[in-house]
């Protein structure tokens, strides 16, 4: 079965650019969380998409976007980039089931020059 | 929200040791308590959980206590081997709405030293 996948692996953008990460969930799996993973700040909590719908998002601004398909997948939007939003950004999915195990994704390491 | 906090930020130990890290939360109905380990470069893996119905839970070398009244939880490993290094996460969910939020604490960097 095949894992979390999150792609592009490697991503450079310049200031003010426009970027979109894509994540595919575990087959069956309907969440999809995002965390942003900056040196030193630990995983912190972006967004989260359950059956199609933004549940929650955390403490980021609103150029901080995205969405989840039908399929489940989900793509993370990142708009007017700044040079602080260089990090890896990984994506865990998970069964819509109580308490269970979230699985990560390999991350996509942005960086912004 | 729900706030985590993890304590040390660093941690080195000589091989053979023990090695604790604290987490503590701030919202009472937080249900749910996995560690995560992320090894240099890789995507972080859970190693253990705990639910709140639960007090103490063990696998091998690793356990992990809850105190729900004190809203803390911890992750002990015994007999630390070298490949035990790795960033630790502990987070804590809970069901919010139809589904769970995962919230996770800034990590611990455990360094074990043959």
């Known amino acids: 079965e095949a894992g979390v996948t999150q792609s592009p692996t490697h991503l450079i953008k310049t200031r003010g650019q426009h970027a979109t990460l894509r994540c595919s969930p575990i087959?069956?799996?309907?969440?999809v969380y995002w965390y942003q993973q900056a040196l030193g700040l630990g995983l912190q909590f972006l967004l989260w998409?359950?059956?199609?719908?933004?549940?929650n998002r955390g403490n980021f601004p609103p150029r901080f976007s995205g969405r989840q398909f039908p399929n489940y997948s989900s793509e993370l939007n990142v708009n007017a980039l700044e040079l602080e939003d260089s990090a890896l950004y990984l994506c865990a999915s998970r069964p819509q089931i109580l308490n269970t195990e979230a699985f990560f994704g390999q991350g996509t390491r942005l960086t912004v020059v | 929200g729900e706030n985590v906090e993890q304590h040390p930020s660093t941690l080195s130990v000589q091989e053979g040791d023990s090695a604790v890290i604290k987490c503590t939360y701030s919202d009472s109905a937080s249900n749910y308590f996995p560690w995560y380990k992320q090894e240099l470069g890789k995507r972080p893996q859970l190693i253990i959980d705990?639910?709140?119905?639960?007090g103490e839970k063990k696998d091998q070398r690793i356990a992990v206590t809850l105190n729900k009244t004190a809203k803390h939880f911890s992750l002990h490993i015994t007999e630390t081997q070298p490949e035990d290094s790795a960033v630790y996460f502990c987070?804590?969910?809970?069901?919010?709405?139809?589904?769970?939020?995962?919230?996770f604490g800034k990590g611990t960097s455990l360094l074990v030293t043959p």
């Open positions: 705990i639910r709140s119905n639960v």
């Open positions: 987070a804590a969910g809970k069901n919010s709405n139809s589904g769970y939020a995962l919230n």
């Open positions: 087959s069956g799996h309907t969440s």
């Open positions: 998409y359950d059956e199609g719908e933004e549940r």
